[in-house]
T-cell receptor, first 113, second 110 residues
Framework: DTAVSQTPKYLVTQMGNDKSIKCEQNLGHDTMYWYKQDSKKFLKIMFS???????INETVPNRFSPKSPDKAHLNLHINSLELGDSAVYFC????????????FGSGTRLTVV | AQRVTQPEKLLSVFKGAPVELKCNYS??????LFWYVQYSRQRLQLLLR??SRESIKGFTADLNKGETSFHLKKPFAQEEDSAMYYC????????????FGSGTRLSIRP
């Protein structure tokens, strides 16, 4: 009955590979987000979608491409993975923008070797 | 520019001692401020919002617009409070998003 679920939980892959992370929310929220948490635990927004429409793209390399097939799903595809992409990626959702706070997924720990 | 500053990377206090996690913000409008908590290897959870003026797990935070601060306080720390705490601000732009501070790791010593 998880509100925001991400898969996979862990992902270990080699440099140069392409990988996807999936996110689904069953809260009926209109807005979904991807955040990156680096090794120093700093959280930075990457993308935001509202009702399948991209509304925030925070100078993320083109290798990262979000896809929202419907408002309950926001997937993140990463091409040509680099060592610096190693991080924990959090999906989140909110209702009526960010003012009511987010509900976060449990994170996907990506390790690029 | 919108910014959230948490000056302490690590705060270590003894069990039963008071806790204050500092947060300062820079924002030109009326901010919505939050505290999030992340226990070890778990998801971030909303701890409290300033407009709710609620107390969660004994924590409170008061918005001080004059000092642009939103410090998190608890009178008596418990071991289960050990976690990473993030102060966050919601912008009021049309593409609203939450900006997080760099986080403070709170460690409660027995």
């Amino acid at each position: 009955d998880t509100a925001v679920s991400q898969t996979p939980k862990y992902l270990v892959t080699q440099m140069g590979n392409d990988k996807s992370i999936k996110c689904e929310q069953n809260l009926g929220h209109d807005t979904m987000y991807w955040y990156k948490q680096d090794s120093k635990k700093f959280l930075k927004i990457m993308f935001s979608y509202n009702n399948k429409e991209l509304i925030i793209n925070e100078t993320v390399p083109n290798r990262f491409s979000p896809k929202s097939p419907d408002k309950a799903h926001l997937n993140l595809h990463i091409n040509s993975l680099e060592l610096g992409d190693s991080a924990v990626y959090f999906c989140a959702s909110s209702q009526e923008g960010a003012d009511y706070g987010y509900t976060f997924g449990s994170g996907t720990r990506l390790t690029v070797v | 520019a919108q910014r959230v500053t948490q000056p302490e990377k690590l705060l270590s206090v003894f069990k039963g001692a008071p806790v204050e996690l500092k947060c300062n913000y820079s924002y030109s409008g009326s901010p919505e401020l939050f505290w999030y908590v992340q226990y070890s290897r778990q998801r971030l959870q909303l701890l409290l919002r300033h407009i709710s003026r609620e107390s969660i797990k004994g924590f409170t935070a008061d918005l001080n617009k004059g000092e642009t601060s939103f410090h998190l306080k608890k009178p008596f720390a418990q071991e289960e409070d050990s976690a990473m705490y993030y102060c966050a601000l919601s912008s009021d732009s049309s593409a609203s998003k939450i900006i997080f501070g760099s986080g403070t790791r709170l460690s409660i010593r027995p």
